[in-house]
Each structure stands twice: as structure tokens, then as C-alpha cells.
């Protein structure tokens, strides 16, 4: 049971360029989320999907879209990266109730130059 | 918009002591669920405890525990006994009544000297 998977485990980009991350769950869960993590403010919520074709906005989504086409994946894209989105970001999935734990991955260390 | 604050950017413990970390948070909702990450220098992100807020008993794990007080809008962490594996960042997190979204604070670096 590999969990939450995130490829790649890190990356270096120019800025404008594109890229997306990805993010595989093997549990069968309904909700998967990206986050952010950047020094001193915690993690933010960037999107978040609660199934196959249903994504919404967290509170830091501009500058990343999202799509969830399966339940297993849920790949977050960078349009055009910039030095803002230089950051730790880790993709999360849970179950339907809501006492249950969110599954996360081990990170993505990006890096926008 | 719910919020959460923890007022200790860095807290420092003795092997075998007990400490205490900090965390309030801000909601207009009345069903809703708290949590305590704990990440060390690993990025791992590993749940320490959980609260409901219909729940009044305090949540106890093993040598972790939490002081919930719902009318203050307080939900600290205490730690017993600490380890040398305790050392980490710990994160208080809410979890909106939705279930959508997990909303953290901004971290406490927790330090263990032997």
C-alpha cells in the first residue's frame, strides 16, 4: 500500500516556464488537496477536490490550476512559474468522515529562479 | 473565515519535562475538529491527536494531550515526559465543519535538550 504519492520529490524551474506535479493516492479516497509550505507561514490550502470532476479553490489557488479526472489523481500545474511559487508543496488525501486523518505525501521542494 | 494562531515560534524542553504548546483559533461554526501535526526534519507530516468539538473530554494520546476549552477558543498541546524524538515542528490545524479544508497555524519549532 504505497499511501500518497508525489513526483518529483524536487525540482528547478525558469521563470515562465511550466510544469506540473504530481499526485497518486492508492486508498480509494474521495478528497485530495494540495498545500503549500513556505518558512514561518504553516501550510496553505491551494485547491482541493471531493471526487472525479469536482475541484474548488483553497485560499492561495492563484498562479495553479487543477483537474481530477480519476480519483486516484489529482496533478497540480503550474502555468507559469514565478519566484513566489518557490515553496514545499505537499499533496493530501482523506477519507468521507471527517474524524479520519489526511494521507500525506512526502513534498515537492520547487524551485523558481 | 476561520483562522488559527499559535503565539510560540519556538518553545525549548529539557529530556523527561513537560511542556506545553499554544494554539487558538477563530470560527463561527459550531461542528468542527482540531488537530496536532508533528513534522520533523523529514517533512513527514504525522497526526499527533485529534478533538471534536462536540467532544468535551480532552484527547489523550500516549504521553500527548490536549487542553480543549471551546468557549475560549483554545486547543493547546501538552507533551509529557518529552524525548529527544519529540523535537520537531508541531502544527495546530481546524478542520471546517465542510470538511474541506484543513487550516493550519504558522508552526511551533519544538527543541528537546538531553
Known amino acids: 500500500n504505497a499511501g500518497v504519492t508525489q513526483t518529483p520529490k524536487f525540482q528547478v524551474l525558469k521563470t515562465g516556464q511550466s510544469m506540473t506535479l504530481q499526485c497518486a493516492q492508492d486508498m480509494n479516497h474521495e478528497y485530495m488537496s494540495w498545500y503549500r509550505q513556505d518558512p514561518g507561514m504553516g501550510l496553505r490550502l491551494i485547491h482541493y477536490s471531493v471526487g472525479a470532476g469536482i475541484t474548488d479553490q483553497g485560499e492561495v489557488p492563484n498562479g495553479y490550476n487543477v483537474s481530477r479526472s480519476t480519483t486516484e489523481d489529482f496533478p497540480l500545474r503550474l502555468l507559469s512559474a514565478a519566484p513566489s511559487q518557490t515553496s514545499v508543496y505537499f499533496c493530501a488525501s482523506g477519507g468521507s468522515r471527517r474524524d479520519e486523518k489526511l494521507f500525506f505525501g512526502s513534498g515537492t521542494q520547487l524551485s523558481v529562479l | 473565515a476561520q483562522t488559527v494562531t499559535q503565539s510560540q515560534p519556538e518553545m525549548s524542553v529539557q529530556e523527561a519535562e513537560t511542556v506545553t504548546l499554544s494554539c487558538t483559533y477563530d470560527t463561527s461554526e459550531s461542528d468542527y475538529y482540531l488537530f496536532w501535526y508533528k513534522q520533523p526534519p523529514s517533512r513527514q507530516m504525522i497526526l499527533v491527536i485529534r478533538?471534536?468539538?462536540?467532544?468535551?473530554q480532552n484527547a489523550t494520546e500516549n504521553r500527548f494531550s490536549v487542553n480543549f476549552q471551546k468557549a475560549a477558543k483554545s486547543f493547546s498541546l501538552k507533551i509529557s515526559d518529552s524525548q529527544l524524538g519529540d523535537a520537531a515542528m508541531y502544527f495546530c490545524a481546524y478542520l471546517n465543519q465542510a470538511g474541506t479544508a484543513l487550516i493550519f497555524g504558522k508552526g511551533t519549532t519544538l527543541s528537546v535538550s538531553s
Open positions: 478533538q471534536e468539538a462536540y467532544k468535551q
